[in-house]
């Protein structure tokens, strides 16, 4: 017996292969046949089509078509798959079909999902090019902070959809986040905007059934020769963007996909992180496999010396959970992950507000990925350089690393050696896991530039501080003392692409 949420599944013969293609939702305009890969619009009782879908890229998600969950208590189906690529590279999202015929969006967002739904303004939006990285604005009477503002492009579809870009052409979508955890999308690739509005999410609140299994046949079909010395490069987990090659460290792009063209760059002196790669251990009660390493640089801007210091970012990885980042710097060890909203922060302030908490501001630096290792969920680079500001209050910290086109948010929380040694059973490498409470003006393990420099540094300092004790005695009026300071911060996530 129908219910009144029941919905009208309507099927009509592909106009290109003749295989039937099924709508369940009435507010469905396009589709990709399963057989031919025609693209289809529907209007009224008629199919048409307009078209060929590209190949999907493999992006190995748990997520597939007509996997089932509920979302708020209400119970949804997976129908479409859309696949985007921008600078940051490339995500999915999927459709979500609720059984009173609404639909929703469960998206990808720095290594986590999003579920969202189509909104209201509630006013005449400005031009993509007037949202500015960093500002805010108001939407519907809340305030939001524009995170990232993007050319992207539809690659590819497959299944039943709501909308449609044109297939391969740019069109900008802005991405906004308000501080108590909302995130905002604007697609300027519809006429007018599309705008959505959600949440975080994880997938074991949605109460999914019908996952795409893991196999070990599956894992197998991960496989390539490393495109600079041809060794065998297997890829470990689902969802990666970039993976370096154990024999000669290169580091290879994965976000084209693996039947395509894998560029690559080569790496010299590799670093040996202290926690291998592919360690499982438990930290804050979640079992974390560590699948990536990079080793980064920081700069303080105003360092006339442009002295350098480093810190280790280890990045790991639990299938249900997602992402977290257990960062080694001089000051301590720290886990942090991405937030989905964007703290209160104006620029030039001296302290960021989130989720009630307000957090001085520590250091501000320049920072660049020089070595990488193992496998990320977005298509890292050597090189790769973002501007960073680390706040903190007690154990608690936050992080913002910002380039021209994005804005990221990190938190976390500071932790003890001993238990990151624990959790990894390496009670052998305590002493080597141990980190002082570092100064601003301490050494650590992991400093770059420092040792006999710094002391040499420190002599001459003495020997001006001495001559200007002597010049004040004589004139009365000159003060030649200068502190450098330093800056030692690396609690970022690194996290900070889709």
């Not at 599944?9 to 106009?15: S, V």
């Amino acid at each position: 017996m129908a219910t009144e949420n029941s919905q009208r599944t309507y099927r009509a013969a592909c106009p290109g292969c003749g295989a039937p293609v099924e709508f369940r939702s009435a507010a469905s305009t396009h589709a990709v046949c399963s057989y031919c890969q025609s693209t289809v619009v529907r209007d009224g009782e008629a199919l048409a089509r307009i078209g060929k879908m590209a190949d999907l890229f493999d992006d190995h998600s748990p997520l597939q078509l007509m996997a089932t969950g509920r979302h708020n208590g209400k119970p949804f189906t997976l129908v479409g798959r859309l696949q985007y690529r921008g600078p940051s590279g490339p995500w999915t999202e999927w459709v979500a079909l609720f059984d009173d015929g609404s639909t929703g969006l469960v998206a990808e967002d720095n290594g986590a999902y999003v579920f969202a739904t189509a909104t209201s303004p509630q006013r005449q939006l400005p031009e993509a090019s007037r949202f500015r990285v960093g500002g805010t604005t108001a939407i519907a009477g809340k305030t939001f902070q524009v995170s990232s503002n993007e050319q992207v492009a539809l690659v590819s579809a497959q299944g039943e959809l709501p909308k449609l870009p044109p297939l391969d052409q740019p069109f900008p979508v802005v991405e906004l986040r308000s501080a108590d955890g909302d995130v905002l999308a604007i697609d300027f690739g519809m006429v007018p905007p599309a705008v959505t509005r959600g949440r975080s999410v994880l997938l074991d609140e949605m109460q999914l059934s019908g996952l795409r299994e893991e196999s070990a046949k599956e894992t197998a079909g991960r496989q390539f020769a490393c495109p600079n010395c041809g060794a065998q490069v297997a890829v470990q987990f689902e969802g990666s963007k970039s993976i370096t090659c154990s024999a000669c460290h290169s580091l290879i792009d994965l976000s084209q996909g693996i039947g395509g063209e894998l560029r690559h760059a080569e790496q010299d002196e590799p670093m040996q992180p202290l926690i291998p790669l592919g360690s499982t251990g438990q930290l804050q009660g979640v079992q974390w496999q560590v699948v990536g390493y990079q080793h980064r640089v920081g700069k303080d801007p105003s360092d006339e010396e442009e002295e350098s210091f480093g810190w280790d970012e280890y990045l790991l990885f639990n299938r249900k959970r997602g992402f977290n980042f257990l960062v080694d710097s001089t000051e301590g060890w720290s886990i942090v992950k991405p937030t989905t909203g964007a703290p209160s922060y104006d620029n030039g302030a001296q302290s960021a507000t989130y989720l009630g908490s307000t957090y001085a501001l520590q250091y501000s630096y320049d920072a660049e990925t020089n070595y990488v290792a193992g496998e990320f969920y977005w298509p890292v680079r050597r090189g790769q350089k973002t501007f960073n500001r680390d706040f903190a209050k007690g154990k608690s910290l936050l992080s913002l690393e910002e380039t021209p086109l994005e804005r990221t948010w990190s938190s976390g929380s500071r932790i003890d050696s001993d238990l990151v040694a624990k959790a990894f059973k390496l009670e052998n490498k305590k002493d080597l896991l141990k980190r002082g409470d570092a100064g601003p003006t301490a050494a650590g393990p992991k400093e770059v530039g420092t040792g006999c420099g710094c002391l040499i540094l420190i002599i001459i300092a003495l020997i001006f501080l001495i001559l200007a004790l002597r010049s004040c005695g004589e004139e009365g009026s000159y003060s030649g003392y200068r502190s450098s300071g330093g800056s030692f911060g690396g609690y970022s996530s690194g996290g900070s692409h889709k």
